[in-house]
Structure formats: C-alpha cells, structure tokens
C-alpha cells in the first residue's frame, strides 16, 4: 500500500519559515521524482517545486530563492523548506510522487498540509 504523509503545515506570519515533510512507503522512493504542489481556493493546483531522482531541482519562478526541496532517500522521505513567506504563498500543499517510463506510468498523492500566512 502506498502512502505519501505529509507534516509540517501550519499559520505564520509573514516573513516566517515553515518546513514541510513529506513520509512515503510503499514504493521505490529513490525511483521517483517527488514534487509539491499547492492549491489556494478558487485556484487550479500549481506545482512548487519538483526534485528529480538524479537531485535535480526546479522551482516555480514566485519560490526561487525562498523554498528549498530537498530528499533523503534512505528515509524516504522529501522536505520543503519555506523561507520569506508571503500571504499569496497560503495554500493546501501536497506531496506528489511520479514515476515514468517505457511502459510504466505511475504517480501518487498525499492527502495535504494547510499553510497559512498572516499578514
């Protein structure tokens, strides 16, 4: 059974830092690329950040500089660290785990972390 549990969630204030985690089991993580993505109301789901099996990151432009993803493939396990918050960056944050290729599509999400940023 897979299961991707994210943690860390919760209201800061403004210029804070929240640092979410994001547990998976059931599958070969290392195998994986890992993403978060963040839905605020009346919005469509955008991807954050993603991180390749390889390590490689990439970012939505609004985050650069100021969110960290990161993994650790031993604990199965992904980070989103958040620096510099912004009210805009309030949302429901989700753990995404997606693998791809000749004959294989597979991809899971987690059940979402609320983050709040007062201003």
């Known amino acids: 059974q897979v299961q991707l549990v994210e943690s860390g969630g919760g209201l800061v204030q403004s210029g804070g830092s929240l640092s979410l985690s994001c547990a998976a089991s059931?599958?070969?993580?290392?195998?994986?690329?890992m993403e978060w993505y963040r839905q605020a109301p009346g919005t469509q789901r955008e991807l954050v950040a993603s991180?390749?099996?390889?390590?490689?990151?990439n970012y939505v432009e609004s985050v650069k500089g100021r969110f960290t993803i990161s993994r650790d493939n031993a604990k199965t396990t992904m980070v989103l660290q958040m620096n510099s918050l912004k009210p805009e960056d309030t949302a429901v944050y989700y753990c995404?785990?997606?693998?791809?290729?000749?004959?294989?599509?597979?991809?899971?999400w987690g059940q979402g972390t609320q983050v709040t940023v007062s201003s």
């Open positions: 991180i390749l099996h390889t390590g490689m990151t």
């Open positions: 059931g599958i070969a993580f290392s195998l994986y690329t």
């Open positions: 995404h785990a997606r693998r791809q290729g000749i004959g294989l599509s597979r991809e899971y």
